[in-house]
């Protein structure tokens, strides 16, 4: 790259993903364990999750012009490696100059209170049990997870940044970039949401099913009155 008066020279978007893509490529021959972020259509977020994690992001932003850099930086392929696991993320976003750059998300576990209602929600309604077990997450389940500071969504005092640039943003556009990817992954995976937040999906959905199972088993026994009785079936019948 050249340089005219301190400045670098120009270079077009074009350029920049060529060589993201040749930045992936040899990630990809010096580690397997890579998962770059992949935008399939032009809206970075489809569905419910996706939408709703990255109107949330935006209140986390210490310079807005950082948000739609982000956006730009996802859309153009620049996310090369994303992770996440238990309270964390970890990235890798191809930036300036052919850098790389290692960005981490670290998010607070749930507390108790927080878990407690999730796990009231899933064992008093059966419809969000089976949204639950089917990956169908509804808009019924919008105001238990963004509720202002008592939702599931991370709030600014739950989720820390840091990035290898020199940007002096807390938030820069790597961060905004990396928190916009995570939206996309919720999209096609919407259990990431449960492990990013340290709930146990399967402890959830295990102790809602053995309720919901004695309460079947309880009620067995029971006769029910939309139960014909033999001889009302026998008058039905005419036998």
């Known amino acids: 790259m050249g340089y005219w008066y301190g400045f670098n020279e120009y270079e077009s978007?074009?350029?920049?993903i060529v060589k993201a893509k040749k930045k992936l490529e040899e990630l990809r021959k010096t580690n397997s364990d890579i998962y770059p972020v992949v935008l399939e259509s032009g809206a970075i977020a489809k569905s419910w999750w996706g939408k709703t994690w990255t109107k949330n992001l935006e209140s986390y932003a210490d310079y807005s012009?950082?948000?739609?850099?982000?956006?730009?930086?996802?859309?153009?392929?620049?996310?090369?490696?994303?992770?996440?696991?238990?309270?964390?993320?970890?990235?890798?976003?191809?930036?300036s100059n052919n850098n790389l750059y290692s960005i981490k998300v670290n998010i607070a576990p749930l507390s108790k209170d927080k878990s407690d209602a999730l796990a009231k929600f899933c064992n008093n309604s059966i419809n969000g049990l089976e949204e639950l077990i089917e990956g169908r997450f509804s808009l019924s389940l919008a105001e238990l997870f963004t509720k202002s500071k008592e939702g599931l969504f991370p709030t600014n005092r739950e989720i820390k940044f840091s990035c290898s640039c020199?940007?002096?943003?807390?938030?820069?556009?790597?961060?905004?970039?990396?928190?916009?990817?995570?939206?996309?992954?919720f999209d096609s995976?919407?259990?990431l949401f449960f492990k990013l937040r340290g709930?146990?999906?399967?402890?959830?959905?295990?102790?809602t099913v053995e309720e919901?199972?004695?309460?079947?088993?309880?009620?067995?026994?029971?006769?029910?009155?939309?139960?014909?009785?033999?001889k009302d079936v026998s008058k039905l019948f005419g036998v």
């Open 13 to 16: 978007i074009a350029e920049k």
């Open 189 to 191: 995976d919407p259990t």
């Open 65 to 95: 012009n950082r948000i739609g850099r982000g956006r730009s930086y996802v859309k153009n392929g620049f996310v090369l490696h994303l992770k996440i696991e238990e309270g964390q993320v970890n990235a890798l976003v191809f930036g």
């Open 199 to 207: 709930i146990d999906f399967k402890i959830f959905l295990s102790k």
């Open 166 to 185: 020199p940007d002096v943003a807390y938030m820069c556009k790597h961060v905004c970039a990396v928190l916009y990817a995570i939206g996309i992954r």
């Open 212 to 230: 919901k199972m004695d309460s079947m088993l309880k009620n067995a026994g029971k006769k029910s009155s939309r139960v014909i009785s033999d």
